[in-house]
């Protein structure tokens, strides 16, 4: 009887995350101009006017009182600096860096108002009805500009002649970024459910259960953040861009998950760097220029990896279609 070689066929090695970075690296640093939608954001949100929260924070702030009749002195203390604290830093245009889509900042996560300008004004919101709108534009408009950012950034790295048009780019990175957003929604209280319910389990149990839970967490996460890269990168739809992105989850996680670790971790260790300026320091522009670069250069490598690692999967796929094609005609 003749023997068949039934193995899988020998295939390509999955595209280098090093390779993908230097690559980021050098199509920012030859079109650093793209830098300019995270710096001029920061720059607004470290020179520019604060547009206080007052008013949403107002019926927590009343309770105060009750929360010092019931806790601890030192406690209470502590807590009240920090919740002081934030109530008079936050500004409410900070959150016009909307996550996953949105353009990348320094100082959104910033709460002091002192800059090399002095103090800034604040800017105070009549009422929660107005609050509330208020968010709900910054949040919309945050999309739009993260939607030209992202389309930039990925026409630079991935050197497209024929990308995705200005009004396209807004209306699906719009789109998706609204239908993610009620996901979230949906989905915020029965996730708070489970960990309350996780947290209230014993020490070990618990530490086991919170393990196996961020497995498919940080899944999910993978998939929500590449759901718009076939948006800039291919020109597809929305939807036609989160399916891609779950296939591309399927047959490459391992590489994409060893990738997702070094961005996360070379954008962790310089944001420290780029902190260390206090923001009523010129030196913070050094910070501001610094992050923008940085993270529009791993934007740019997440871009190309996602371009070499779906070209990688299919070539697999059709690798083993095609093998497994011959072993069925012999």
């Known amino acids: 009887m003749e023997s068949r070689n039934l193995g899988l066929p020998s295939i390509p090695p999955p595209p280098g995350a090093v390779s993908a970075l230097v690559n980021g690296f050098n199509a920012i640093a030859s079109n650093v101009i793209v830098i ?11 020179l520019g006017p604060r547009l206080k929260a007052d008013v949403l924070l107002a019926p927590l702030m009343a309770l105060l009182p009750e929360i010092q009749a019931q806790a601890p002195a030192e406690q209470v203390k502590l807590f009240t600096q920090m919740l002081n604290d934030f109530n008079n830093g936050f500004n409410l245009f900070s959150l016009f860096r909307t996550f996953p889509l949105g353009i990348f900042s320094l100082m959104s996560v910033s709460i002091s108002i002192k800059s090399p300008l002095g103090t800034r ?26 939607s030209l950012y992202f389309r930039a950034v990925s026409k630079v790295a991935l050197n497209l002649k ?16 609204g239908v993610w957003m009620l996901v979230f929604m949906f989905a915020n209280l029965p996730l708070l459910i489970l960990l309350w319910l996780v947290s209230s389990v014993d020490g070990l ?6 393990v196996l839970l961020s497995f498919p967490v940080s899944w999910v996460l993978f998939a929500i953040f590449f759901s718009f890269y076939g948006i800039f990168a291919s020109k597809q739809n929305a939807f036609v861009s989160t399916r891609s992105s779950i296939r591309m989850l399927r047959y490459g996680l391992p590489p994409l ?9 070379i954008n962790q260790v310089t944001d420290l760097l780029w902190r260390v300026p206090p923001a009523e320091s010129w030196m913070m ?22 371009r070499d690692l779906n070209i990688w999967i299919e070539t697999v796929l059709q690798s083993i279609k095609k093998k497994n ?4 005609q012999a």
């Open 36 to 46: 300019l939608f995270p710096v001029a954001l920061d720059l607004f949100l470290w």
């Open 121 to 146: 004004p604040g800017l105070d919101v009549p009422g929660l009805l107005v609050a509330f709108a208020c968010i709900l534009l910054i949040t919309f408009f945050g999309w739009l500009a993260g």
């Open 162 to 177: 024929d990308g995705p048009g200005p009004f396209r780019s807004l209306l699906h990175g719009a789109l998706l970024s």
């Open 205 to 210: 149990l618990r530490t086991v259960l919170f």
């Open 257 to 265: 998950g060893w990738f997702s670790v070094l961005v996360i971790v």
């Open 285 to 306: 522009a050094v910070g501001i220029f610094g992050h923008a670069f940085v993270s529009t250069s791993l934007l740019a490598a997440s871009f190309i990896y996602y």
């Open 325 to 328: 094609s011959s072993s069925a």
